[in-house]
Every structure is written in C-alpha cells, then in structure tokens.
C-alpha cells in the first residue's frame, strides 16, 4: 500500500472512529458500508439500489439473468469507477446547473416524440423515477465533461496522420460498412506478473470457447467483462468501419455476422469481440454554399431588443425603397469585420454561422431580405444573394477521417485512463 493510500485509510477510519463515539446512533444511520472509495463510501443500501434497477433493466432486455452476485460484484466495480470520476470531477470545479439537466431531458424526450409528462410515464413504467433519472444524467453529464478536459484536450490529430490513414484505407468513402459490435474486456493491471497475464488469457480464452460453443453474449458479457459496457451486455452499439478502435479494425474486417474473435491483447487487458449485425451503404456528400450578407444591430445599455428590431426593420423599408444594402450595412451595421465589405460574409457552407442565423438564412430565396432575426451576436438582418452546389467529398472525408482518428485515440486513451484511476485509487470492498 503506498503513503498515499494509507494515510487516506487512517484519516477516513479517524472519522469514523468520531462519528461513531460522538453520536452512537450513526452507524445505524449510515447503514453498512459497501466499499470505501478513496475518502468516501458507497453503502449497501446505495448498491441494493442500483442492483434493482440493473436487474429490470436485463429482465426486459430478454437476456438471462446472471447469480445475482456476479451482478453485485459488476454494479459495486462501476459505481467505484463513477465515484472515483465524480471526485475528480468535484476537485476540477465541474458542475451541471439544474437549468442544463431540465434542458437535456426536455431535449432527450423531444427526440423520442414524447412530451416531459410522458416521457416521465414512460420511465416509471420502467422502474426509474424522474429524480433517478435526472441524478443519473448529472453523473453522466459531467463524467463527459471530465473526461473531455483530461483526456479529449489532449488528443491530436495531424495533417500527417489524416493523409498516411487515407493513403492505407482508400475505400473509405466508396461504401460506409456498419458494424454492431459486441466486447469484453478481461483487465490485466499495469505492472502486472507473468503468472497474473497468463491468468487473465486464460480466461479470455475459456469466455471464447464458451461463446462458440452457444453461450449467450450479453450474459458472459455482464458476468465476466471489465469494461464499461459490461452491464449493457458489452455492446458497443453500431460503429462504421472505419469508427472502430485501431487495435479491432484488422480483426472485424475481415470476421463475419454472429463470429467471436479470438483474445485480442492491448496495454489494458484481453478483449472479445463479437459482430452482432453488419450493414452498409454508399456514402455520397454535397452541400450548398451560400452566399449571404447581412447587417447587425447590438443591443446594450441604450438600445434594447426592441429598439434593434425596431432598427432593422426601419433599414429594410429603406432597401426595399431602393437604397443600397451595402450602403446601409456600412453605415449602421455593427459587426464592423463585414460592414466594410458592405455587409458581406461572402460564401459560407452549411455549420459555419451561428444556428438562429443560419435557420433563417436558409428559409429565403435569393435576394429577399429576412425579417429581423435574433441570436446572441445580437439582431440581424439577411440578405441571399446566391446559392451552389457543390462535391464537398474531398473536404469532407478528410473530415471524417480525423474524427474517426480522434475518437479512435480518444476511446483507447479513456480505456487505459480509466483502469490506471483505478489501480492507483485507495479501494477497499467490504464482504
């Protein structure tokens, strides 16, 4: 046990020891304790909880349930690992307002064509309360977040990469190829003895043969793998071919439907990959440019939305009596960086403006003049003047080819984060 966890130990059993002689009630309150984590605790009463729900969830997922203490054993590791997150997350400053919670769960019920009423309906029927549900995507929410500032700030992608990835893999805008993805993961930790890695392929291999030989996938999953997903039954959901983590793709490409590969070894361990299901489809990219100008109206201390519509809409009776836009915009139009050029921001693809602009943008034809439209630049008004289509493939598949490197680099970097914050935190599990 290093310094640091040891004296981790002693300072929190110390404030135990005050609890409980000062108040002979708190054990009793507290309930028994499940594992500390760190300076912290996860208690029986919290793990029985989350049991509960993890066990409806498979129960209507049609798969067979495991013991329930393998269940235990894999809720009690995750809950470990959120707690972990959570307290980094805490000593980072990261925090969600209740205001971005209603809204993604506004926005979540919107997608599914519900209402917030029945969308709460609907989560009850499933054995969750809506403060459940909001408190899980906090956690959520902000393990994203923290995981974005440790891990996605640190990840690049270069030029070179993007070119030597399509000079290796041409074929990747000819056909998209989609994989759902089925993985387990046996951990070896860093560090770990000859005896330890044997151990764990072994076991890999064991799962395998199991998995060939007619086990279900999601059950062995849920028993036996170490990774994040184990509890969903270790799906990884659809991945395109070329969005899968760098260490699969030689192995998926060229495995068929329902086929289980054979113990894959990496930094974090021993993974089993299963293909679920396989589609493709042939991936065609054009968009319109557009070219637009505009003029902007601030608001501040003296001149109020109200005043600025009122601006606009003053400025537009001018155009349409005749006077000159780019006359006007250089007069009256705040956003000085185009006023100059006579309002012009000249051609702009799909993504590059602020979305309340770009909506309205994208309702007029060309030549008519918007009604005056707000978005936090301020107010504006918008002129067409012309459109085009063009073949944005080049463009765009280099695009995909450094979101699919990044999110490659992102996904194998979090997996070995994951288990070093692990190994290195001060864990113990009560029987």
Known sequence: MTNRALKTKLIFFFSVFLLVNSYPLFCEVLGKIAAVVE????????????????????RTSNTQIPPESVIRKQVLEKMIIDKLQRQLAEKAGITVTED????????????????????????????????????NMRNEIIINQLRGR????????????????????ENISAESIQYHLGHILIAVKEGASSSEIQKAENKAENIVKNLRTGQDFAQAAISESEDDNALKGGDLGWRNANDIPTLFTDKVSIMHKSEVSEPIRSPSGFHIIKILDIKGGLDDHTITKTKVR???????????????????????????????????????????????????????????????????????????LSEPIQSQFGWHLIQVLDRQNKDNSVEHKRNQVREIIRKRKIEEETELWMRRLRDEAYVEVYP
């Open 39 to 58: 300076d912290d605790v996860i208690l029986e009463q919290e793990l029985d909880k989350e049991v509960t729900v993890i066990i409806q969830r498979i």
């Open 100 to 135: 971005m919670l209603n809204n993604s769960a506004a926005d979540i019920a919107q997608r599914n064509n519900m209402s917030l009423e029945k969308f709460r309906e609907e989560l009850q029927k499933q054995g969750l309360s809506y403060k459940q549900f909001l408190e």
């Open 150 to 169: 440790e891990i996605g700030s640190r990840i690049k992608v270069t030029d070179k990469e993007v070119d030597h990835f399509l000079e290796t893999q």
């Open 294 to 368: 505009h003029i902007l109206i601030k608001t501040n201390e003296l001149i109020d939305d109200e005043e600025a519509r009122k601006r606009l809409l003053e400025i537009k009776e001018r155009i349409l009596h005749g006077e000159d836009f780019a006359s006007l915009a250089r007069t009256h139009s705040d956003d000085k960086g185009s006023a100059l050029k006579g309002g012009s921001l000249d051609w702009v693809n799909p993504g590059d403006l602020v979305r309340p602009f770009e909506d309205a943008m994208d309702k007029l034809s060309i030549n008519q």
